[in-house]
């Protein structure tokens, strides 16, 4: 089983940002794709971002221009870059990896954007 840690969830003011991590127990290299996903309050768990092992990135369009998803393969780790955070932005946010029929979660990390 793939253990993946999400970390850098905080409580930030409308307009500012964070860096999310997410840090695999395993190699990233041997996931088809690793994604980011969010869970407001009441609301469905939905895609934000997703990396592939060939580098092609995908956003939602609600975080196109301000979020960035990238990897650092020797740290077995993705991140999400957060920039220009809108208190509609507030959710638990959770990593994904998938390998073919398998998938793994994250525990989620708390993102609150207040004013």
């Known amino acids: 089983q793939v253990q993946l840690v999400e970390s850098g969830g905080d409580l930030v003011q409308a307009g500012g940002s964070l860096r999310l991590s997410c840090a695999a127990s395993?190699?990233?290299?041997?996931?088809?794709?690793m994604g980011w996903y969010r869970r407001a309050l009441g609301k469905q768990r939905d895609l934000v971002a997703i990396?592939?092992?060939?580098?092609?990135?995908n956003y939602a369009d609600s975080v196109k221009g301000r979020f960035t998803i990238s990897r650092d393969n020797a740290k077995n780790t993705v991140y999400l870059q957060m920039n220009s955070l809108k208190t509609t932005d507030t959710a638990v946010y959770y990593c994904k990896a998938i390998t073919g029929n398998d998938i793994d979660w994250g525990q989620g990390t708390q993102v609150t954007v207040s004013s």
């Open positions: 990396i592939t092992n060939s580098g092609t990135t």
């Open positions: 395993g190699s990233i290299f041997s996931f088809n794709y």
